[in-house]
């Protein structure tokens, strides 16, 4: 946060320094073009091959094949979840939230792409649904399916409250990994990352910049959809926070539990369509 009165004097010229117009980091015009009609065709195929549903503050695992669809769905009352992404077959592969930001701005829908880690860098998943895409930007700046946060976690709960919690979306997903790879728990903790927040809507303030949440717009039958583009596991967690519109980190919030759906297309639906590879660098760094 900055400091409500700056130490420093501003310098002669610093409105002429504020005024400057920002640029976008990274334009996404030159990235590969999600083919979206053929994902929709392919869906339209579709049948379902698996489901599980994420309890009320637990965490659930499926794995997604490339090539199928991953459905999200709100069921029972409003809630949030955490999701982690894994390369099914190589889990130093993951999400990574930041650079999906950064390419694709705080809050993702229809057409963003979820991208790996470095140095794989690659769409793990494409975003082909979202029946809360009409939820747009509110007067607070706040959205849905954020990638600005992290998941909530017992350790910034001690630090804030001096309580032990133990089933912040961290600690599930920890625990649902662990089952899921069959891996020690401490193990699988290392490998949790900071999540996509399904359904969560969440801002930074205008005048100070800090992370907000409010009340969830979604409703039971709202659903969010991925095309996963590799080998995926999927892991979820029903964030104690319900649908966050007052606190997390505790059992106070009224929670319900998500469906997970993955589903198939026929046979030849996506014919020409290819997985992508990781990513061209050649890792070199310039040595060699
Ligand atoms: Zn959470």
């Known amino acids: 946060m900055k400091l409500a009165r700056p130490e ?29 009609d053929l994902y929709r065709t392919a ?18 695992a499926i794995e ?29 592969e993951r999400f990574f939230s930041g650079k ?48 600005i946060g992290t998941r909530c976690d017992p350790y910034t709960g001690r ?24 891996i020690p728990l401490a193990e699988a903790e290392m490998q949790v990352h900071d999540v996509l927040n399904v359904f969560m809507c969440t801002g930074f303030t205008r005048d100070t910049g800090q992370y907000f949440m409010k009340a969830s717009p979604v409703r039971p039958g709202d659903a969010i959809e991925f095309f996963a583009e590799i080998d995926l596991l999927a892991v979820l967690s029903a964030c104690p926070g319900g649908d966050c519109s007052a606190e997390h980190s505790s059992d106070t919030a009224a929670c319900h539990p998500l469906l997970m759906e993955v589903y198939t297309p026929a046979k030849g ?20």
């Open 8 to 36: 420093t004097a501003p310098p002669a010229d610093a409105d002429r320094r504020k005024a400057i117009a920002p640029v976008i980091c990274y334009p996404p015009e030159t990235l590969p073009v999600p083919p979206m």
């Open 43 to 60: 869906r339209a195929t579709a049948t379902m091959v698996a489901t599980v549903t994420a309890p009320a503050r637990e965490a659930a």
């Open 64 to 92: 997604v094949p490339a090539g199928s669809f991953l459905r999200i769905q709100s069921v029972d009352g409003p809630q949030v979840g955490d999701l982690n992404l894994f390369n099914l077959h190589d889990r130093t």
């Open 100 to 147: 999906t930001r950064a390419l694709h701005g705080t809050h993702v829908s229809t057409g963003d792409r979820l991208w790996s880690n470095l140095p794989f860098m690659r769409p793990m998943a494409t975003v082909t649904h979202d029946s809360l895409d009409w939820y747009g930007f509110d007067a607070f700046g706040g959205s849905v399916h954020d990638v």
């Open 159 to 182: 630090l804030l409250s001096g309580d032990d919690y133990h089933h912040c979306c961290h600690s599930n997903l920890t625990r649902a990994l662990s089952d899921a790879a069959q």
């Open 269 to 288: 639906a996506l014919s020409g369509w290819q997985s992508p590879p990781v990513n061209a660098y050649d890792r070199s760094h310039g040595r060699g």
